[in-house]
């Protein structure tokens, strides 16, 4: 799902998608809920997420989303609701059809994508033009495209090797392939992982002298596809063995646990690390890492629930995990028929095999889908079903209670598909705004200015709630004007300005404003701006770069050669720092 002629085309025809997918699979007939304890813990999470939102800024930007995922509350909610849709249409004693049907649609859908991957891979990129093109990037993010082959691969397999059905076979195949084609180290050290636990556990319930041979057999089968795949590739191999992304994650943890430490109670809210993290890196995550482009996401699922919503949201995610993964284990143990139990081992295998790479990513609408769906149906329970810990009585209630309860899901369940109903045309409405957004930074490459604004401003009424619109025409005037371009500067200077005042905190806007300043002659006002800066980020080396430029043009030029050489020490690729330092120090008459 994607707009063709969008910027970043991938997140809200998902989220459409995925809010009329949710009402579809309410209002279908099921002989399932979801169990209890799930149901608490997904009230909590909710619950605990949309006060973190709240107290952060209200009714503002955390509560909505920001981009580039947008996951604010409704985006939440719209992930919780795929526990009960899990539960009714794949649950125990749901119907054997739906499930069936389920899982072809799957293995076919891998197929496509596996198609897709391969060939980008091969270095056709079948997407088209697009601002987050890279290798593996089909989805948007390789690690994505590989969770979504993993997560698929992992519900079809139990199936493949048992039954060795051909849908069930040729889809967990292409997801292997998926996975592998992706290049992400996560999700290829997990799929590994996963094959030989599933096909351990399996050979050890067929029993038999000959199950370790078969075992073996399997895994030569599995493996060495897998093997071939990734020596094929070259940027597979290469990100495999490169180890600077893991460094990195590293210090990413770090400076996030000293982000953590000092707003533990409730963290910063949601969407708000892009803007808190900058004053908790170090130098050394500076020269290791680097600062231009900026984490919004701590890539450590625990981590990024300490940092939206602090120790509530970590106590409820943990309780609704624990109640997947244990009433799943009751599920699966009190199952006979053969064809549901491996589908639930499948469901364990896509949930546990989510939850290992969220240990080094993030959760979005392209990866959650699987695992949602896989966790509410380990989590179902039959509806004539007593509670946990009650007996059934015997006696029937009167007619009018029963129509009591019956009429309050009735009309939870209209509710619910009412706001999904909003949901998808306010994301459908979104969406649109990618168009105008592609189209101004167009015009802004090409000097047409007064279009490009006009260009941002379309995008910004279609997403009137979206504070990062005004943020990215900002940086795309910025950059123009970093160039030399006076015109650029004060447009760069109207739209990151419109950025501050709906998000003061903001060391991208308040760079951009910098720039825009310094190109229309503001030399005061970008001093000003910049100093704001350095105490927002003060490892950022664009920041010191342009708080160089700004002195300089005060006619100071020792601080501006002294900003500069901060700004040289501060990145892992100095060479636009080393070039503006040589300029400025022949300028001065230095060696």
Same mark, same amino acid.
């Given at each position: !799902?994607?707009?063709?002629?969008?910027?970043?085309?991938?997140? +809200?025809?998902?989220?459409?998608?995925l809010?009329?997918?949710? @009402?579809?699979?309410l209002?279908? @007939?099921?002989?399932?809920?979801?169990?209890?304890?799930?149901?608490?813990?997904?009230?909590?999470?909710?619950?605990?997420?949309?006060?973190? /939102?709240?107290?952060?800024?209200?009714?503002?930007s955390?509560?909505?989303?920001?981009?580039?995922?947008?996951?604010?509350?409704?985006?939440?909610?719209?992930?919780?609701?795929?526990?009960?849709?899990?539960?009714?249409?794949l649950?125990?004693?749901?119907?054997?059809?739906?499930?069936l049907?389920?899982?072809?649609?799957l293995?076919?859908?891998?197929?496509?994508l596996?198609?897709?991957?391969?060939?980008?891979?091969?270095?056709?990129n079948?997407?088209?033009?697009?601002?987050?093109?890279? +290798?593996?990037?089909?989805?948007?993010?390789?690690?994505?495209? @590989?969770?979504? =082959?993993?997560?698929?691969?992992?519900?079809?397999?139990?199936?493949?090797?048992?039954?060795?059905?051909?849908?069930?076979?040729?889809?967990?195949f292409?997801?292997?392939?998926?996975?592998v084609?992706?290049?992400? #180290?996560?999700?290829?050290? $997990?799929?590994?992982?996963?094959?030989?636990?599933?096909?351990?556990?399996?050979?050890?319930?067929?029993?038999?002298?000959?199950?370790? #041979?078969?075992?073996?057999?399997?895994?030569?089968?599995?493996?060495?596809?897998?093997?071939?795949?990734?020596?094929?590739?070259?940027?597979?191999?290469?990100?495999?063995?490169?180890?600077?992304?893991v460094?990195?994650?590293?210090?990413l943890?770090?400076?996030?646990?000293?982000?953590?430490q000092?707003?533990?109670?409730?963290?910063?809210?949601?969407?708000?690390?892009?803007?808190?993290? &900058? /004053?908790?890196?170090?130098?050394?995550?500076?020269?290791?890492?680097?600062?231009?482009?900026?984490?919004?996401?701590p890539?450590?699922?625990a981590?990024?629930?300490?940092?939206? =919503?602090g120790?509530?949201?970590?106590?409820?995610?943990?309780?609704?995990?624990?109640a997947?993964?244990?009433?799943?284990?009751?599920?699966?143990?009190?199952?006979?028929?053969?064809?549901?139990?491996?589908?639930?081992? *499948?469901? !364990?295998?896509a949930v546990?095999?989510? =939850?290992? $790479?969220? %240990?080094t990513h993030?959760?979005n609408?392209?990866?959650?889908?699987?695992? =949602?769906?896989?966790?509410?149906?380990?989590?179902?329970?039959?509806?004539?079903?007593?509670?946990?810990?009650?007996?059934?009585?015997?006696?029937?209630?009167?007619?009018?209670?029963?129509r009591?309860?019956?009429? !309050?899901?009735?009309?939870?369940?209209?509710?619910v598909?009412?706001?999904?109903?909003?949901?998808?045309?306010?994301?459908?409405?979104? /969406?649109?705004?990618?168009?105008?957004?592609?189209?101004?930074?167009?015009a802004?490459?090409?000097? #047409?200015?007064?279009?490009?604004?006009?260009e941002?401003?379309?995008?910004?009424?279609?997403?009137?709630?979206?504070?990062?619109?005004? %943020?990215?025409?900002?940086?795309a +005037?910025?950059?123009?004007?970093?160039?030399?371009? &006076?015109?650029? *500067?004060?447009?760069?200077?109207?739209?990151?300005a419109?950025?501050?005042?709906?998000?003061?905190?903001s060391?991208?806007?308040?760079?951009s404003?910098?720039? @825009?300043?310094?190109?229309?002659?503001?030399?005061s006002?970008?001093?000003?701006? %910049?100093?704001q800066?350095?105490l927002?980020?003060?490892v950022?080396?664009?920041?010191?770069?342009?708080?160089?430029?700004?002195e300089?043009?005060?006619?100071?030029?020792?601080?501006?050669?002294?900003?500069?050489?901060?700004?040289?020490?501060?990145?892992?690729?100095?060479?636009?720092? #080393?070039?503006?330092?040589?300029?400025?120090?022949?300028?001065a008459?230095?060696?």
């Open positions: !799902m994607l707009v063709p002629a969008g910027l970043f085309r991938f997140t +809200f025809p998902k989220l459409a998608f809010a009329v997918g949710l @009402g579809v699979g209002i279908a @007939g099921s002989r399932t809920k979801l169990a209890p304890h799930t149901s608490w813990g997904a009230a909590a999470v909710l619950a605990a997420f949309a006060l973190a /939102a709240t107290l952060a800024d209200g009714l503002g955390s509560f909505w989303g920001r981009w580039p995922r947008y996951e604010g509350v409704p985006t939440v909610a719209a992930y919780l609701l795929l526990l009960p849709v899990g539960a009714r249409l649950g125990p004693g749901a119907n054997p059809a739906v499930r049907y389920w899982t072809r649609l293995s076919g859908s891998l197929a496509l596996a198609a897709a991957a391969l060939a980008a891979a091969w270095g056709w079948v997407m088209g033009d697009s601002a987050e093109f890279r +290798f593996g990037a089909t989805l948007g993010n390789a690690t994505d495209l @590989g969770i979504v =082959g993993l997560t698929g691969a992992a519900v079809l397999l139990p199936r493949a090797i048992w039954t060795k059905t051909p849908w069930d076979v040729a889809g967990a292409a997801g292997a392939i998926v996975a084609a992706s290049g992400s #180290r996560a999700v290829i050290i $997990v799929l590994a992982i996963l094959i030989v636990a599933v096909i351990g556990w399996l050979a050890w319930q067929k029993g038999g002298t000959s199950r370790w #041979r078969h075992a073996v057999l399997w895994l030569a089968a599995t493996m060495t596809p897998a093997a071939v795949a990734i020596l094929a590739f070259p940027d597979v191999r290469e990100r495999l063995l490169t180890s600077g992304t460094s990195g994650r590293v210090d943890w770090g400076a996030t646990w000293a982000l953590v000092q707003n533990l109670l409730f963290g910063v809210g949601p969407g708000r690390f892009v803007d808190a993290l &900058p /004053a908790y890196q170090s130098e050394e995550f500076a020269v290791r890492v680097g600062t231009d482009y900026p984490a919004d996401s890539h450590l699922i981590l990024q629930w300490l940092v939206d =919503g120790v509530p949201l970590v106590l409820a995610n943990a309780f609704l995990c624990a997947v993964l244990w009433v799943g284990a009751r599920n699966i143990k009190a199952t006979h028929e053969v064809s549901e139990r491996l589908f639930l081992i *499948g469901a !364990m295998g546990c095999s989510f =939850g290992l $790479v969220l %240990l993030f959760p609408t392209a990866t959650t889908v699987i695992a =949602g769906l896989c966790a509410g149906a380990l989590s179902g329970v039959g509806l004539s079903a007593p509670s946990t810990g009650t007996k059934a009585k015997k006696t029937t209630p009167a007619r009018t209670k029963k009591i309860p019956m009429n !309050m899901t009735r009309v939870a369940t209209m509710g598909l009412g706001c999904l109903t909003a949901m998808a045309a306010a994301a459908c409405l979104a /969406a649109t705004a990618e168009i105008p957004l592609k189209a101004g930074n167009a802004v490459r090409d000097g #047409r200015l007064e279009e490009a604004s006009t941002f401003d379309s995008a910004a009424t279609l997403r009137p709630w979206d504070v990062d619109v005004a %943020l990215l025409a900002g940086q +005037f910025a950059g123009r004007a970093a160039a030399g371009d &006076p015109a650029s *500067g004060l447009f760069a200077v109207q739209w990151s419109r950025s501050l005042q709906a998000n003061p905190g060391v991208e806007s308040l760079t404003l910098a720039v @825009g300043q310094l190109a229309s002659g503001d030399v006002g970008a001093r000003n701006t %910049l100093a800066a350095r927002a980020a003060p950022n080396s664009q920041v010191w770069l342009q708080s160089g430029l700004a300089y043009a005060a006619g100071r030029t020792d601080t501006a050669l002294a900003y500069v050489e901060k700004a040289v020490s501060l990145t892992p690729d100095p060479e636009e720092e #080393r070039a503006v330092l040589g300029a400025l120090q022949q300028a008459g230095q060696p």
